[in-house]
């Protein structure tokens, strides 16, 4: 089956901050998994390039819009690259064949009579790239999320015919699974309901945009811009995409994962540009919440912002994506909390499963030969272990097919929980002193060593790094493309040798 994820594509105005940081290894991890279950997975990112905001701040570091946004994407390419992000397809808002894209979706566009030219005034924020709904009379307003003034613009725009899509997307929005998480749902409802405005396409003063055709001195508006990214990017050469043949190349998507701020244009105006052009919609909408730090917001301002890159030479990939993953839970907001990280960090990767798998193999070492316990009792296994591993299974691939990371996450944990009762519970260490009970002892440290590949193999799409070097602790070094046939009970061969031990995680200090 295909499996097509998209990130947003990210504002290049700026270098990429923690926020996209953790949209992108949310979305490495569903991609990962959906790899795993053997599906054909697209996983596409990329940057928005074109915008005012682009162009001034271009221009106050001397450098040409596009020498700017080639400096900032790098810096995004790089990012991903350091997180080992498993992307499969990178757009850029720039690229020629995405510009070919844009003008064949607006012919379509324009065929079915959703162009018309417009005035806008109101006043404008260039921040956000929008106008907001202070009314004429107001004296130099402000945005509220910039705190910078506002512009009054006063301009001819194209405008895209929305409001005769209202019917349609009313029915859209309402469909089950299509906003997610369901408590999003309301605030698009609402919006929906209060009856859906036509909305500009185009811009006249802003000269970084793709010129609309016909219209001089008109270029296209982020949303006719950006949002068609998701579709260019399906090809993952260079040759324009065919619009016609968007199903071979995986469309519709199964689910665009973005920030709740732009979670309207993703599930309003984006499925009736969709619908104007012939297309298919997106199966669903995932708007994940924003992080703060210690409880503030992140802002230059208060100089508390978190750089991804800092974060990763100081604790690693794992870390961090374990924090962010199974602390937050997916779709709410989420703080980066120091101390909370740590001790989140040692507790769960550390004491529990680095003491689990460095026990269990130093015992099976010491005790058996170098090796993985056999023991000729039936191996058709009823103890509780195994039912856990069974339950445990199930419980993280349904939660990972439902986008819950934090929930799959955690049961992965509760997994090593249960198997370190069960070794305390057992006492193989006392056990062994009787020679009586050696049987009885392999038969037991081989269902923890069990219970700890399959924690191994589970941790693959979360902690990729964390969840390899379990598995080379059991002395398996080749991961196979898709786990189906690994995600049994008992397969762990009796007998294979395993490896000197090697500390799977250190503490963070
Ligand atoms: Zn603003």
Known sequence: MDFTITTPLYYVNDKPHLGSTYTTIACDAIARFHRLEGDNVIFITGVDEHGQKIERSAKKSNKSPQEYCDSITQSYLNLWDRWSITYDSFIRTTSTHHCSLVYEFY??????????????????????????????????????????????????????????????????????????????????????????????????NLEWGLPVPGYTGHTFYVWFDALLGYLSALNRNTLPV?????????????????????????????????????????????????????????GKTIGNILDPLELLNDYGADPIRWYLLKDIEFGVDGDFQQNRFKDLINNDLANTIGNLVNRTTTMSRKWFNNAVPTFTMNSEDTSQLCTDCLATIKCVREAMYDYDLKKSSTAILELAVKSNAFLSAS??????????????????????????????????????????????????????????????WGLLAKGSLLPSPNPIFNKIL
């Open 107 to 204: 012919q379509r566009v324009s065929e079915s009579g959703d162009i018309y030219l417009g005035k806008q005034q109101g006043w404008y924020c260039v921040g956000c790239e929008e106008y907001k709904d202070e009314g004429p009379n107001e004296i130099s307003p402000s945005c509220p999320i910039h705190k910078t003034n506002l512009e009054w613009r006063n301009e001819e725009n194209l405008f895209f015919r929305l409001s005769k899509y209202q019917k349609q997307i009313e029915e859209i929005v309402s469909r089950p699974g299509f906003i997610r998480p369901q408590s999003r749902r309301k605030e698009i409802n609402n919006f929906v309901s209060q009856g859906l405005k036509d909305f500009s396409i185009s811009r006249v």
């Open 242 to 298: 065919d619009l016609n043949q968007l199903k071979d190349k995986g469309w519709p998507t199964n689910v665009h994962v973005i920030g709740k701020d732009i979670l309207r244009f993703h599930s309003v105006y984006w499925p009736a540009m969709l619908l104007s052009a012939g297309l298919d919609l997106p199966n669903s909408i995932f708007g994940h919440g924003f992080l703060t730090r210690e409880g503030q917001k992140m």
């Open 427 to 488: 006492e193989p260490w006392t056990r062994i002193k009787d020679i009586m009970n050696k049987e009885l002892v392999a038969y037991e440290l081989y269902s923890v060593l069990e219970s700890i590949r399959i924690i191994g193999f589970l941790l693959l799409p979360l902690l990729p790094d964390l969840g390899m070097k379990i598995l080379n602790q059991l002395g398996i070094t080749s991961i196979p493309i898709t786990w189906k046939n690994n995600l049994k």
